[in-house]
């Protein structure tokens, strides 16, 4: 028989010697270990033949430990009690590390951050870490991940958060200056272009096809960042496309506002991923935030 580092036995025969011994029964150690008697002692009958000694006595009503089988149940319980204990210590560890939540820098300050405030009072003993990115979420060394792509094409533990549309926005002052009836009239304004090396944002042009539109367009200021384009179009330069549902508290504040009444959808959903193995903290946020998400 191949040995292990230890030189020990299976596992599962010193398992189940181990329930046996300590309820002096192989039917209540069958019972624990969701087996038949018969498998536990087929397991212990190995063990004694491996070792070459009997370890029970015995008898009609049951079994009884021999000198030598207490001194394997001694040194098995001391050694199952400190590997439960380090194995507590690490869950315990695990549940109150605090969750790791990743996402862009635009949709944390834009979505998840006036969330997480409202999770806070609902569970304020629930440490929760951001680690944003302005590209893609840094997701490697986070429990739970948003994430804007095609949620079908992702084989991880993913809930759908939202879909979106994309809208014309500009401050109400630029509006006002600039009402618009037509997607021509909208097609020359000065528009603020907004590119990501991903190609993870809508651009103007593709939009513009969404809506029917394929003619010339304004043009006027090129960033990599949601964040400053969004600011740019509060600040009067122009206009920029922005996800309704994530710029909602702008538009219910007003520092922008739709410039006509025209959308496309996004092609992608708002999505959150839970690593493997993520902790029932992590789970925990995961499920708020989906129930959030439904509520708006």
């Avoid at 207490?70 to 098995?76: D, G, I, K, N, R």
């Avoid at 315990?92 to 949709?107: C, D, F, K």
């Avoid at 630029?174 to 090396?197: C, G, M, N, R, Y």
């Avoid at 549902?245 to 219910?252: A, F, G, Q």
Wanted: net charge negative; with cysteine.
């Amino acid at each position: 028989m191949a040995r292990t580092y230890y030189d020990l036995p299976p596992l599962s025969a010193l398992d189940a010697f181990e329930a046996a011994a300590r309820h002096r029964s192989f039917k209540r150690a069958a019972g624990e270990l969701n087996v038949t008697p018969a498998a536990v002692s087929h397991q212990i009958k190995g063990l004694e033949t491996e070792l070459g000694l009997v370890l029970f006595e015995r008898h009609r009503r049951g079994v009884e430990l021999n000198p030598e089988g207490a001194m394997l149940y001694a040194a098995l319980e001391r050694g199952f009690s400190q590997i439960g204990e380090a194995i507590a210590a690490l869950r315990h560890q695990a549940e109150h590390r605090g969750v790791r939540i990743a996402s862009t820098t635009a949709l944390s300050y834009l979505w998840l951050t006036p969330r997480l405030a409202r999770f806070w009072r609902e569970f304020p003993n629930v440490r929760v870490t951001q680690e944003l990115s302005d590209v893609e979420p840094e997701g490697a060394r986070a429990d739970l991940e948003i994430r804007y792509g095609h949620m079908s094409e992702d084989a991880g533990d993913c809930r759908l958060l939202f879909r979106d549309v994309m809208v014309p926005l500009a401050s109400p002052a630029f509006a006002a200056e600039h009402p618009v009836t037509s997607v021509e009239e909208l097609a020359k304004l000065p528009l603020i272009h907004l590119h990501s090396p991903e190609d993870v944002y809508t651009t103007w042009p593709v939009w513009f096809r969404e809506v029917g539109y394929e003619g010339p367009l304004g043009d006027l200021l090129h960033l990599n960042n949601y964040i400053i384009a969004l600011q740019a179009a509060q600040d009067g330069i122009g206009v920029v496309l922005g996800w309704r549902e994530e710029t909602r508290p702008m538009l219910e504040s007003g520092a922008l506002v739709p410039l006509m009444d025209l959308e496309a959808p996004a092609p992608r959903e708002f999505y959150i991923r839970a690593a493997t193995g993520a902790s029932k903290q992590a789970l925990l946020l995961r499920d708020w935030l989906v129930r959030a998400a439904e509520g708006a």
